[in-house]
């Protein structure tokens, strides 16, 4: 199993920018350039949505985003730190919500199914204020 821990949420205001970090570790976690990697949110009373996702190295660093966030938001990997951003501009009030990171060792691609990953972090709050 993977072990997933996002970082940098926090309180910003509309128009401001934060950018999400995601670092793996487990006993079972091998290289981390063949795991894929997906940033999803969950708003409060809603269903978790999918958000940015980057592929492995034998992708490309293929990549992927909700249309919500095209524009705005940019996934990338540190491959050397073994570390995965999400850098968020332009933050919305309705971009509030608990960010998750999601781990694939089964795909190669910027998937964007929940059930094509098998590990997830705890989540960190992003809350835009108007």
């Known amino acids: 199993q993977v072990h997933l821990v996002e970082a940098g949420g926090g309180l910003v205001q509309a128009g401001e920018s934060l950018t999400l970090s995601c670092t793996a570790s487990?006993?079972?976690?091998?290289?981390?350039?063949?795991?894929?990697f997906g940033w999803f949110r969950q708003g409060s009373g809603k269903g978790r949505e999918f958000v940015a996702a980057?592929?492995?190295?034998?992708?490309?660093?293929?990549?992927n985003y909700a249309d919500f966030v095209k524009g705005r938001f940019t996934v990338s990997r540190d491959n050397a730190k073994e570390i995965v951003y999400l850098q968020m501009n332009n933050l919305k009030p309705e971009d509030t919500a608990v960010y998750y990171c999601?781990?694939?060792?089964?795909?190669?691609?910027?998937?964007?199914?929940?059930?094509?990953?098998?590990?997830w972090g705890q989540g960190t709050q992003v809350t835009v204020s108007s």
């Open positions: 999601a781990a694939s060792q089964q795909f190669e691609g910027a998937v964007k199914m929940e059930y094509q990953y098998a590990s």
């Open positions: 487990g006993r079972t976690f091998g290289s981390f350039g063949s795991t894929a």
């Open positions: 980057i592929g492995t190295s034998w992708s490309g660093g293929q990549t």
